[in-house]
């Protein structure tokens, strides 16, 4: 069964960077999108990015760029999103999410909460 | 980039009432799709391509639309079906709708 386990939380402090990551097994990682999508506390989603980790493709959106850096590792199915120049703002929970080509998001992992605090 | 604007905000139902959440995008969209979260856990897949069922989604939730008009409908509230829905389209950003709180009158 498709599986997407994300790493655990983090405390940071402001201006440092991050780097979350999220292991995926029972299906082919490097033949779909793999997407990221944040959620402060008691907010809705926000779209950040995508990764196709067949040729490391990505697309952002625009709100993001220069804050989120998206990687992914064949060799062992594992995305990456790093955050950069962290304030309060980013303090959410992340998640990784698998999409299709109709762009519908059909796994998504456990979420990773974020804290960033002096 | 297309907006999402679903409605009500926050909605309660008394148990064995229908139930219809809208979602109206800013351009129109070939697909949409709905989510659900339940406090502290992940979002599910709940509706996708407009009205096919996630696996496991009871058959009383349906979803429909087409253009920039969608809508998800629960014919007859159970219990279990409090909750917050969201809509999604992807039409480069993916964006989401801003949520539906469901509650039990």
């Known amino acids: 069964q498709v599986q997407l386990q994300q790493s655990g939380p983090e405390l940071v402090k402001p201006g440092a960077s991050v780097k979350i990551s999220c292991k995926a097994s029972?299906?082919?990682?490097?033949?779909?999108?793999m997407n990221w999508v944040k959620q402060r506390p008691g907010q809705g989603l926000e779209w950040i990015g995508r990764i196709y980790p067949g040729d490391g493709d990505t697309n952002y959106n625009g709100k993001f760029k220069g804050k989120a850096t998206l990687t992914a590792d064949k060799s062992s199915s594992t995305a990456y999103m790093q955050l950069s120049s962290l304030t309060s703002v980013d303090s959410a929970v992340y998640f990784c999410?698998?999409?299709?080509?109709?762009?519908?998001?059909?796994?998504w992992g456990q979420g990773t909460t974020l804290t960033v605090s002096s | 980039e297309i907006v999402l604007t679903q409605s009500p905000a926050i909605t309660a139902a008394s148990l064995g009432q229908k139930v219809t959440i809208t979602c109206s995008a800013s351009?129109?969209?070939?697909?949409m799709h709905w989510y659900q979260q339940k406090s502290g856990t992940s979002p599910k897949p709940w509706i996708y391509?407009?009205?096919k069922l996630a696996s496991g989604v009871p058959a009383r939730f349906s979803g429909s639309g087409s253009g920039t008009s969608y809508s998800l409908t629960i014919s007859s509230m159970e219990a279990e079906d409090a909750a917050i829905y969201y809509c999604q389209q992807w039409n480069y950003p993916l964006t989401f709708g801003s949520g539906t709180k469901l509650e039990i009158k």
């Open positions: 999410a698998r999409s299709t080509g109709t762009g519908t998001i059909d796994y």
């Open positions: 029972g299906y082919a990682f490097s033949s779909s999108w």
């Open positions: 391509e407009i009205s």
């Open positions: 351009s129109s969209v070939s697909y």
